[in-house]
């Protein structure tokens, strides 16, 4: 029996649910990637937010081309659950807040009209790095036409047209400034397409930066059987988390939005340190755990952590390479920061997959890694507990069984074609194949070259 408005009274008690009436909601939100991040996510911030008085912002989740996530919440009406994994038992809580899971390629004239409804104050995006089809610093217009874009712009027509508002757009991704970003490349898409409404956006829709913190696991079917067990109903949408949540949004809306600051959001004039100690410690740090993880035999976050050759370099990384990169902001602890992430990675419970991690890391080595190596670099200073992570991944990406990454076969050919001895030039140096703050110079090559001679 699936989980569904008609089944809710069957979940045991220990099982949270909320309390406000769905069918009273209006839609107020149109979420582009309803994986399940968002689901732990946003949409929980939002889901607890109602529970606390907000209303009227129901969420219409949008997945760009994947019919996968409409077959699991479509026949449960947006119902799904969220089990959080730490400690010593789970804690399982019902999320109301998605009202529709539409699909790009099938539901175009629904989800253009959702956008374009009066009721809807904020469009929001978490499609990860690839998603916002960059080249460089710029826009792919190629790839940019199978993402967001075409939808998003037929939205914010419509709106002009009927002489509403304009919308808040939410990033909530991990790249710098995303915010700014997502801003950028609208306006450059706009631009070419429509210019007059490009000025309009420009005008009228607010772009705030955000930083968003939650390590949330795929959901295996192992996951799902043992759920239904325990709750005596199957739930196709569930997704599972570590219990420590972050979300820190610039203030700076279009319009109206949620409350979420009642329910532990957090609303600053600037999210920018927040941001890169994020992007720098915690994703930095996983990534090294990924790679450096995998080629020793690991599956998950919780085993690197635990070897006694890998947690040392990550503590480096983090402690003194990471977090010396950047200014934080007054009263950010990033000691205490990095004794929390420690803490994460150790959570046992959580079956963090280190193939997850590993993904796209072509999109997600600049900010992580390189970001931090320029500042370092500047002063003279050499990382190398963060040269030996990117050593690793210059490894992983010469071939093998977990590679998942949009330039695989440019970096494998990147390899075939320049061998250890000169592969860091042909990634990093002049002109390389990975846009990069960062150009590694001759003390730095030498130190990775080393690395890769000796594998």
């Known amino acids: 029996m699936r989980l569904a408005p008609e089944t809710l009274h069957r979940l045991p008690p220990d099982v949270a649910r909320f309390d406000y009436d769905r069918d009273a909601q209006s839609i107020g939100i149109v979420h582009f990637g309803l994986g399940a991040f968002h689901r732990a996510h946003q949409s929980w911030y939002t889901d607890l937010a109602m529970c ?48 529709e899971a539409l699909v790009g390629a099938r539901d175009r004239a629904a989800i253009v009209r959702r956008m374009a409804m009066p009721q809807c104050h904020v469009v929001s995006f978490t499609v990860t790095e690839k998603g916002y089809a960059r080249a460089g610093d710029g826009l792919d217009f190629t790839l940019a036409e199978t993402s967001f874009y075409p939808l998003l712009a037929e939205g914010l027509a419509e709106r002009r047209n009927a002489d509403l508002p304009g919308l808040t757009l939410l990033a909530g991704d ?40 939650r390590i949330v696991p795929a959901t295996t079917p192992d996951d799902r059987d043992a759920l239904e067990a325990r709750i005596g109903l199957r739930d196709e949408g569930a997704v599972f988390a570590e ?39 915690l994703n930095g740090a996983h990534s090294a755990l990924a790679y450096l993880g995998l080629e020793r035999g690991h599956r998950f976050v919780h085993q690197a952590i635990a070897d006694p050759v890998i947690r040392p370099l990550v503590e480096q990384l983090m402690r003194r390479e990471a977090a010396t990169s950047f200014t934080p902001a007054p009263g950010q602890d990033l000691s205490a920061y990095a004794d929390v992430l420690l803490a994460r990675f150790a959570n046992t419970a959580l079956q963090h997959r280190l193939a997850q991690i590993a993904m796209d890391g072509s999109q997600k080595i600049a900010q992580r890694w390189l970001a931090g190596l320029a500042v370092h670099q500047s002063r003279g200073e050499l990382c190398e507990a963060t040269l030996t992570a990117l050593a690793a991944w210059v490894r992983h990406v010469r ?47 030498a130190f990775v070259d080393r690395a890769l001679a000796a594998d």
């Open 243 to 281: 219990p420590f949540s972050q979300w820190v949004i610039e203030d700076d809306f279009a319009g109206s939005r949620p409350g979420w600051e009642k329910v532990g959001a957090t609303l600053v004039d600037t999210v920018a340190p927040y941001e890169t100690a994020k992007l720098r410690m």
């Open 399 to 445: 071939g093998g069984p977990f590679v998942d990454d949009p330039l695989a076969n440019d970096l494998a050919d990147a390899w075939r074609e320049n061998g250890a001895g000169a592969i860091v030039g042909a990634l990093f140096g002049a002109g390389g194949l990975i846009a990069s703050p960062w150009e590694p110079n001759d003390c730095e090559r």
């Open 174 to 213: 991990n790249l710098p400034g995303n915010g700014r970003l997502l801003g950028r490349l609208v306006r450059e898409w706009l631009g070419i397409r429509d210019p007059e409404l490009a000025r309009w956006f420009a005008s009228e829709c607010r772009c705030p930066n955000t930083m968003v913190d």
């Open 52 to 99: 606390a008085g907000e209303r009227d912002w129901g969420i219409a989740g949008v997945s760009l081309r994947s019919h996968s996530v409409a077959r699991q919440l479509g026949p449960q009406e947006g119902l799904y659950t969220l089990t959080a994994r730490g400690g010593f038992a789970d804690a399982t809580r019902v999320v109301g807040a998605v009202r």
